[in-house]
């Protein structure tokens, strides 16, 4: 994996969890956490995506 690579995967985790904070922000979420105590799924799959891309971002960057 490159560094050019590593960074793009930083980047997109980065806008991905963003997306999922503003997702897990909308009413229609605020209403399903009151009333299940869950998030929407939407917001777990940014959430997920998210982490799982700076994850594999951050371990390219570490790596020779």
């Known amino acids: 994996m490159t560094k050019f690579l590593a960074l ?3 980047l997109a985790g980065i806008f991905l969890l963003a997306l999922g904070y503003d997702e897990s922000q909308t ?14 799924q939407r917001a777990m799959i ?5 982490g799982v891309c700076l ?3 951050i371990l390219g960057l570490a790596r020779r």
């Not at 009413?27 to 929407?40: A, H, P, Y």
């Not at 940014?46 to 998210?50: A, D, K, S, T, V």
């Open 8 to 10: 793009i995967l930083i």
């Open 46 to 50: 940014y959430y997920i995506g998210g």
């Open 27 to 40: 009413l229609g979420s605020r209403l399903n956490r009151l009333f299940s105590g869950e998030l929407t």
């Open 55 to 57: 994850l594999l971002g």
